[in-house]
Structures are given as C-alpha cells and as structure tokens.
C-alpha cells in the first residue's frame, strides 16, 4: 500500500499528464504512430518474404515449421535442409516437403490432403 506521500506524488504527476485525446475512433492515426511501426525491427521482413527466402539466405541454424491443421512441428538444421534440398531451395518448398513426408492427415482428396504450414520464428 502506498503510503499518503507517496499517493500524494502519484496524484500530482497524473495532474500533469496530457488528457487523453479525444479524437473519434475512425480518424487517421498520427504520422509519429506510422513512423515508430516502420522503425520497428520486426517490420523489416514479412511473412511473405520470408516464406521466399532460398536457405543459403537464412541465418538461423534451426528451421522450425508448424501444421496450423494437425498441429504438428517439424524442425530441421539448416545444414542437413541445404544438403537435402540445396542451398538455392525455397523455405516454403522445403518446409512444405517436410510437412507432406510425414503428414497423416490423407483424405483421398486434394483439396483436403496435407498439412497447411505456419511460418513463424522460433
């Protein structure tokens, strides 16, 4: 529990705060807010290019794929992929091959068969 002094601070520095903005919900966000999403290293590479990269590229030395269907997870050292596949293979080639070798997941039918892969970092 605070002690009053303490409460007394803690009101004083809320006092000095900004209010909260009023802006309606569906007005544009701030040029400052777009500025600190781009400057933000994990918006350096989407998930689509990342899916394109060849696997001389990747610097991990653990490639990790996941079935968003069965739930299942496949990992592979980097090395063994590129002595596999080739270092000029395509992680979603390569982690859809590792998928489908061992998938249980066979109806019979093509579009049903196989396992939908997740691209994540580990």
């Known amino acids: 529990m605070p002690t009053p002094k303490q409460m007394e601070k803690l009101a004083a520095e809320a006092a000095r705060r900004p209010p909260p903005s009023s802006a309606p919900p569906d007005a544009p966000l701030p040029a400052e807010y777009w500025e600190s999403v781009l400057k933000d290293p994990r918006a ?3 998930g689509a290019r990342k899916q394109q990269r060849r696997l001389c590229e990747i610097q991990r030395h653990l490639l ?3 079935c968003r269907r069965c739930e299942r997870t496949v990992e592979i050292q980097k090395a063994d992929a590129v002595r596999l596949y ?3 293979a395509l992680w979603k080639d390569v982690a859809q091959r590792l998928l489908d070798n061992t998938c249980q997941q066979r ?3 093509h579009e049903e068969d196989g396992c939908w892969p997740a691209f994540e970092t580990p």
């Open 64 to 66: 990790r794929i996941s």
């Open 107 to 109: 109806t019979g039918r």
């Open 86 to 88: 080739g270092g000029n």
């Open 44 to 46: 350096d590479e989407s």
